[in-house]
């Protein structure tokens, strides 16, 4: 279990980034979970699923087929790297990640990866409760304003119609939600190593992980 690396952390808090980066430096394999469930969501929107369906998400969850591969996620045969990224799929993607069906559905997929070792995963619960067992575990937080500015700057670009103000209360709205939901909330464990991102440049933080990594 020492060649897996998990980094959990609400949304803007580098994670993305750092653990993209650390992957890298590392030759390991990064997996972005939140990709998945922002996959999730595009699927329930495409095919014009009532999220609050649970009969539905389940006929859905059937059939879904996510493929991650060189920095692409393919749903059922369309690229949707792109189209997962837009405030309507971040929303969507925190409401359907507290449907247990679809956490219980993503689970094994994650298994799978990652028990193939030498990876870095990165998302919510990806060191309470999908492997619980690294060695290696990380949590990445900054404020809620730190966050929504960074999550603005990436979104400018994509989404021109986006204000600072609505970025910073989507973030604090999803991470309400993402922490308070009965099925596998946020939450920062005393086996983690606690990093606040917020005034520490991307090299910083890659050092600070680098230097307290136990792996063979
Ligand atoms: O990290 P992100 O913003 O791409 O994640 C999108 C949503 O998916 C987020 O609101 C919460 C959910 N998520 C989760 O519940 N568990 C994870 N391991 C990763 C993401």
Redesign the pocket.
């Known amino acids: 279990m020492n060649t897996i690396i998990t980094i ?1 952390g609400p ?1 803007g808090a580098g ?2 980034t750092i653990a993209k980066l650390l992957a890298q430096k590392l030759g390991y394999t990064y997996l ?7 996959a999730v969501a595009w699927k329930v929107r495409h095919d014009n699923a009532d999220p609050d369906d649970s009969g539905r998400l389940q006929d859905l969850l059937g059939k879904i087929d996510i493929t991650l591969s060189e920095n692409k996620i393919i749903v059922n045969g369309t690229d949707v790297t792109s189209m997962i990224r837009t405030p309507e799929i ?1 929303e969507l ?2 409401k359907v ?2 449907v247990p069906a679809v ?1 219980k559905h993503l689970f094994k997929l994650q298994r799978e990866i990652g028990l193939k070792g030498r990876v870095v995963l ?5 060191g309470t409760v ?1 492997f619980p067992e690294a060695e290696n575990k990380f949590f990445l937080d900054a404020g809620p304003e730190e966050r929504g500015r960074r999550r603005y700057k990436e979104l400018k670009g994509k989404s021109p119609e986006a204000t600072l103000k609505e970025t910073i209360d989507g973030i604090k709205t ?1 991470d309400e ?2 922490s308070t939901r009965q099925s ?1 909330p ?1 939450k920062r464990t005393d086996d983690m190593i606690y990093i606040d991102t917020s005034n520490l440049t991307i090299e910083q933080v890659i050092a600070k992980i680098m230097g307290s990594l136990k792996i063979a």
Do not use: F, M, V
């Open positions: 959990d949304s994670k993305s972005d979970t939140g990709a998945l469930y922002r971040s993607s925190s990640s507290a956490r990165e998302g919510r619960d990806t999908i999803r939600r993402d596998a946020l």
